[in-house]
């Protein structure tokens, strides 16, 4: 995996409709276009409750989209060629069992489940990132996980606006530096159509950036219609790969590179 102090994610989601050969070309593609993480979502629908979905057509959706533990372990293999880390959103300890052969490293907690700390403590004890989006969360709710054993040691609280997509006017970029000042470890989860809102969550210090992707905004799904396409995607790591290199702490002095303007160039013109 790259080493960058920034990690972007391309968050694919459900986008792939079930479909492990569209899974696998979203994931080859968010490689190449310089992202450092891949991720997905857990669920099986038959856990899913009664709700609109049942009359809109999101029930089939979901039916469709869901993958199965061979398929997780498959994208995990095939990511490896590519040099990229997958993992995947947990929404509840039921679908543990799919993924729990996969050994990810890193878990998202997903903004709807924020409220529920069975889930949060048992990723807390059994991954070592624990990835916690904070949309549609009141702030008691945000300030009760960072209580929990092994908070401060493993997760990262992302500063999310859950509406699909969300307005400019909508991202409440000041929240994030209030999430900064309950901890360090700070990310961002993005859902504005475009790369302006990852851009200021790197600059405004969020070390995991979370932007969704796709291969093609015609797609069926929400969240095809306004992810990042593949040269977005490059161009905001291309943006992550020289805010690393201008941050990097070079002292309170000049550098070596400035000293023929040193040595040379002061006072040439004269008192």
């Given amino acids: 995996m790259k080493k960058n102090k920034v990690k972007i994610i391309a968050e ?3 986008n792939h409709m079930g479909s492990l050969s569209l899974a696998k070309k979203m994931i080859k593609s968010a ?7 891949v991720k997905l ?5 038959k856990n899913l409750k009664n709700g609109p979905w049942d009359r809109d057509g999101r029930r089939e959706i979901y039916k469709k989209a869901e993958l199965n533990q061979s398929d997780y372990l498959k994208l995990k293999s095939f990511s490896k060629k590519f040099n990229i880390e997958l993992f995947t959103s947990l929404f509840n300890l039921k679908d543990y069992e799919k993924i729990e052969k996969c050994k990810f490293n890193v878990i998202k907690i997903p903004s709807h489940e924020t409220y529920n700390l069975e889930l949060i403590k048992f990723c807390l004890k059994n991954y070592k990132i624990v990835l916690i989006s904070t949309g549609a969360s009141k702030w008691k709710e945000i300030k009760k996980i960072t209580k929990l054993k092994n908070f401060k040691k493993k997760a990262f609280l992302m500063h999310c606006v859950s509406s699909y997509p969300s307005e400019p006017n909508m991202i409440n970029m000041p929240r994030l530096n209030e999430i900064k000042k309950l901890t360090t470890k700070v990310g961002f989860s993005g859902h504005f159509k475009g790369i302006d809102d990852a851009i200021i969550a790197i600059v405004m210090g969020s070390t995991y950036v979370e932007k969704h992707f796709t291969v093609d905004n015609d797609l069926p799904g929400r969240d095809n219609k306004f992810a990042l396409l593949p040269e977005d995607l490059n161009r905001l790591c291309k943006f992550r790969d020289i805010f690393s290199e201008m941050t990097i702490y070079k002292g309170l002095n000049l550098q070596k590179s400035e000293y023929d303007i040193f040595k040379n160039y002061r006072g040439r013109w004269g008192a």
Wanted: no cysteine.
């Fill in 31 to 37: 490689a190449l276009s310089g992202a450092d993480m």
């Fill in 41 to 45: 979502q857990t669920w099986s629908e």
């Fill in 12 to 14: 694919i989601g459900w």
